[in-house]
């Protein structure tokens, strides 16, 4: 018997109360409308002597043999509010046989419920009650069938009741020789999760061992219904993780066991897997608790390196992207369980997922099955995001050589994971991997030569690879020629669709990191560009989708005057595509204002009218979790670019032709896509930031009244996303946007009462680990284990909270910030403990350092506080956290002024042993620095004699060139008081004036110019 209601469709609109009855064909009435459609379309305004005229017919239908004829008549009685109505809705659903009527019955009485109330149709939950209990199995799935339905409708309409309920699902869940009931049971009880209160909970935990012993039952009948109702689990994760917490090893190790059977259906074993990355998210540390990583990954290895069936293949791995494309949507275990190790390192720390998952990977590697190989390689891949600073610091140079070995495999399958680690390789380890950008680059190169022109699927993954690696390179002038000869070949010789669509993607790729050294090849590109631009052929509709991507690229990247003369052309390009294909060109109207400025006020009404347009629209939103195959992301949705365009518009047109963000826009906050967020909260960063920019450029009552508002908004919703957002990169984003609103607001962003008190405070909430996305709830037996490693986004989140503080002090001003320094000091100093990870500590020292030079001379009275701290890490065996200690030591002594002149000799002792260890590096760029700042602040403590040559000889910096500015500055201070000591080390100061001077000026393109002899 199938549990589950049937699709959803939509109602008709065309009703009148005279015609509602009858009119209602069967396939209306599968639907979860069921009973709104005449309520909804005759606005409550029923003639109930028409009812009552209908009401013999309705009656005779409603018990009539035909199915169709009960369900139509189920319809006809869809809202009656009669005391009669009600009664024979409810006799009748006792007495229907058919289930396709009782569902439409159910479905009917919920929605008369949900407007009646419990209390004024009490018959309801008597029924439900005396049915669940009902020793009669027909009786038992009708009450529980009501039950579901009427929840389903109103979650809250049992509300008063759910102690109740909890106890009826202890006796209905015993039911083990009635899956109906099972069914019903546990989909009722996921629905009522959500709305239960502190003293359900007792009652709701004990439920959890009859939950796997329910859905065991129901593997057997249906597993369908089985996987639908493992969602009871989800829903306790998200609003009752104290509940899955307590009984945290037998439903994690029930949902491996479902997922490692490979005797069961792929759809149950995903979300097996699904809830396992579920736990994973939320509770990761439990992993570790129970010591469930071993078992975990155990069960993970198999299930990823399984061989697909005879005569198939991976759909990532077939030939030709539609062959591909076809399969796209099935979700297989294989895929699934990549994405739990994906998770796994997103929220474990890597030196407790790296000892239990190497011992399975090297094997893998090895392995003569091809299979094997790429489970091996996959897994390589998935860690390079969660796990990029331990793998840079302690495996990069041995797990590249392994995927570069694979491109060369004799298996497809295994090249073509080969590819995809390498390009989250590339995405994700930068910029360390760059050393090595001459082998992977003449690798990658040549496997693009080697694939065949109709293997569609393998020529993206290569190109893929190849973009990802080249956007993030940085240095890629000595590739370009080699690069740029290959996409214009391949644009200029005949070839597919496709492989033009690829090449054009890669060029805006290239440009990202070539910039204006891509201008010798600018005109050519625009050539072929406007080409696939003006083309009116369908085949190549998706090669003018990315020409106006890659067109977008080039207009930020470009130099404005190479790009200016073609603006106008290449906006009225982009508005005639959209007149004929529907396609987001949002980036294109973004990155075209930055280029036109002011003369794009013509083009902007209708732009911005598409924008908002975009914005509001649900098209292109998908309400779940995106298919994972392994090659490119989430599902992408049309808010998002409709967002940055947005961004771009209100970023170059502040002279007055922007767009006001108003009540509308902020609907994106409540979509569930993180990208479409994200964006929102982007662009409304962007517009304060316009809006503050064209105050500092036209200072006028009107306008600063206008960004006070506007940051009145923007603010309240900034604090409220950290705290109550769930998804740690969308916080991420929105303290780097905070940071920059501050930055250019300044004293403005501060000008409302409180406001610096509320921003410190949700900073401090980021800190002390306690928003949404940082859920560490704790059931009554854990202890928080204080010395337990971070995972490296957990950390990255605190690192992303640690820079708002330094801005925040500088636009409050040192005096105004310096209590809330104080209440933040306790949470950086526990990061200093020898327990902590190296990464903490560079974290911790590197945050005071630079909150203490945001603090001015109110950093005097922490002097006593930060400079043993300081002292100590400045002796760590870390260079970075080295690095960090020295200059906050620096920084100190330069801000603090007569707190620290009696600590000079200590410091000048330390700076000298350190200075006679290190050798080139940023620890002896930032000793250069820190005595600079110590001889500008306070001369007669340093004896600049011996000091200075020391200081000259030091020069030129090798890594920090930032300190460069310092180091002069104390040259010239110095000069002023003794220039005869300057003019004898002139010999050495020039020199390195001139390298600083050019590395600054050119950057890396001297470095490359120096190695090509030049």
């Not at 006679?916 to 005595?931: H, L, P, Y």
């Amino acid at each position: 018997m199938n549990g589950s209601p049937g699709p959803s469709r939509q109602p008709p609109h065309n009703l009148v109360p005279s015609r509602c009855f009858g009119l209602l064909t069967p396939e209306h009435l599968e639907g979860p409308w069921l009973g709104k459609t005449a309520a909804g379309t005759c606005g409550g305004k029923w003639d109930w002597g028409k009812v009552a005229d209908g009401w013999g017919p309705c009656c005779f239908a409603t018990r009539s043999g035909s199915p169709p004829v009960g369900k139509v008549a189920a319809a006809d009685a869809s809202n009656p509010l009669s005391s009669r109505l009600k009664a024979l809705v409810l006799s009748t659903l006792q007495q229907e046989s058919d289930h396709k009527v009782s569902l439409s019955l159910a479905q009917l009485a919920a929605v008369i419920l949900k407007y009646e109330t419990v209390e004024k149709w009490p018959q309801v939950f008597q029924l439900i009650q005396h049915g669940a209990r009902s020793r009669d199995p027909i009786q038992c799935q009708v009450g529980l069938l009501l039950l579901h339905c009427a929840l389903e409708a109103d979650p809250d309409v049992f509300s008063s009741h759910s102690t109740e309920l909890l106890r009826l699902f202890h006796q209905t869940l015993n039911s083990q020789d009635q899956p109906a009931a099972l069914y019903y049971s546990l989909r009722s009880l996921t629905t009522l999760v959500a709305g239960l209160g502190s003293d359900e909970m007792k009652l709701m935990s004990s439920l959890v061992p009859k939950i796997i012993s329910a859905i065991r039952q129901l593997m057997v009948v249906s597993e369908t219904q089985a996987s639908e109702a493992m969602e009871v689990f989800d829903e306790l994760m998200e609003t009752e993780v104290g509940i899955i917490v307590q009984h945290f090893p037998a439903v994690f190790g029930f949902c491996l066991e479902v997922a490692s059977n490979p005797a069961l259906g792929n759809t149950l074993r995903v979300k097996a897997l699904s809830c396992i990355s579920f736990f994973i998210k939320f509770k990761g540390r439990a992993i570790l608790r129970h010591k469930l990583l071993s078992p975990t990954l155990n069960a993970l290895f198999p299930i990823m390196s399984a061989e697909p069936p005879p005569g198939q293949m991976d759909a990532e791995d077939e030939q030709a992207e539609e062959d591909m494309e076809d399969r796209a949507e099935v979700q297989t275990p294989k895929h699934y369980a990549a994405q739990v190790v994906d998770m796994l390192a997103l929220h474990l720390p890597p030196e407790k997922l790296f000892p239990h998952l190497t011992p399975l990977m090297e094997p893998a590697l090895l392995s003569p099955n091809p299979y094997h190989r790429k489970a091996g390689l996959m897994c390589l891949a998935v860690l390079a995001e969660g796990c990029g600073d331990h793998i840079r610091k302690k495996h990069l140079k041995p797990m590249l050589q392994v995927v570069c070995q694979a491109l060369s495999d004799e298996n497809q399958v295994v090249r073509n994971a080969a590819l995809f680690a390498l390009g989250q390789f590339s995405e994700n380890l930068q910029p360390d991997i760059a050393e090595y950008a001459d082998d992977i680059m003449h690798l990658l190169l040549r496997y693009l030569e080697g694939v065949h022109p109709g293997h569609t699927s393998h020529l993206a993954k290569a190109y893929y690879a190849l973009e990802n690696f080249v956007e993030n390179l940085g240095k890629i002038e000595p590739y370009l020629p080699a690069l740029m000869e290959r996409m214009l070949t391949t644009l200029s010789s005949p070839s597919s669709p496709r492989t033009k669509e690829l090449a054009i993607s890669a060029i805006g790729a290239i440009a990202q990191a070539a910039r204006q050294s891509l201008l010798p090849y600018f005109e050519t590109i625009m050539k072929h560009l406007r080409e696939y631009l003006l083309t009116i052929r369908e085949d190549l509709r998706p090669v003018q989708i990315q020409s106006t991507e890659t067109l977008s690229v080039l207009a930020s990247t470009m130099p404005k005057e190479a790009f200016l003369p073609l603006a106008e052309e290449c906006c009225q390009l982009g508005l005639d595509i959209l007149n004929s294909v529907s396609c987001p060109l949002y980036s294109l109207f973004g990155s075209l204002s930055c280029v036109m400025e002011d003369s794009m006020a013509p083009y902007l009404p209708r732009i911005t009218t598409l924008l908002l347009y975009t914005i509001k629209s649900t098209e292109g939103i998908e309400v779940r979790i995106p298919h994972w195959d392994g090659w490119g992301g989430e599902t992408r949705s049309q808010p998002e670019p409709a967002w940055k365009g947005l961004i771009g518009c209100g970023e170059s047109t502040s002279g007055g032709s922007g767009v006001p963000p108003g009540p509308n826009t902020l609907l994106p906050f409540q979509c569930p896509h993180i990208s479409v967020r994200k964006s929102a909260f982007e662009a409304l960063g962007n517009f304060c930031i316009s809006l503050s920019t064209l105050c500092k450029r036209d200072p006028s009552e009107p306008q600063a009244s206008g960004l006070q508002k506007l940051l009145s908004l923007v603010l309240p919703v900034y604090i409220k996303g950290i705290r109550q957002d769930k998804e740690r990169q969308l916080v991420m984003g929105v303290l780097e946007m905070l940071e920059k609103v501050l930055k250019s607001c300044q004293q403005q962003a501060l000008q409302e009462p409180g406001r610096l008190a509320e921003l410190c405070q949700v900073i401090r909430e980021v800190l002390e680990k306690k928003t949404a996305c940082q859920d560490t709830s704790l059931d009554d037996d854990e202890e928080e284990e204080e010395d337990e490693e971070e995972a490296e986004y957990d950390l990255m989140l605190l690192e992303y909270a640690g820079e708002v503080m330094p801005t925040l002090a500088k636009v409050a001003g040192g005096e105004a910030f310096a209590p809330y320094f104080a209440g933040f000091l306790p949470q950086f100093l526990n990061k200093l403990k020898p327990s902590c990870t190296c990464a903490e500590k560079s974290f911790a020292v590197g945050a005071m350092a630079e909150t203490i030079d945001a603090l001015g001379p109110a950093s005097a009275p922490f002097v006593p506080r930060l400079l043993p701290v300081l002292m100590g890490a400045a002796r760590d065996a870390d260079r970075e956290v080295r690095s960090n200690a020295i200059y906050g030591l620096g920084v100190l002594a330069q801000q603090s002024g007569a707190a620290m002149h009696e600590h000079y000799p200590k410091l000048l002792g330390l700076f000298s042993n350190v200075i006679s260890q290190e050798r080139k590096n940023r620890v002896a760029d930032n000793v250069c620095g820190a005595i600079a700042r110590m001889v500008m602040t306070h001369p007669e403590g340093v004896p600049i004699g011996q000091v200075f040559p020391a200081l000259i000889r030091s020069l030129p910096l090798k890594e920090d060139f930032e300190e460069y500015k310092t180091v002069f500055h104390c040259i010239s201070f110095i000069y002023e008081h003794d220039p005869q000591l300057v003019s004898l080390s002139s010999l050495h100061i020039l020199p390195s004036s001139y390298t600083q001077h050019w590395q600054t000026r050119f950057g890396s393109q001297v470095a490359v110019k120096n190695r090509q002899g030049i």
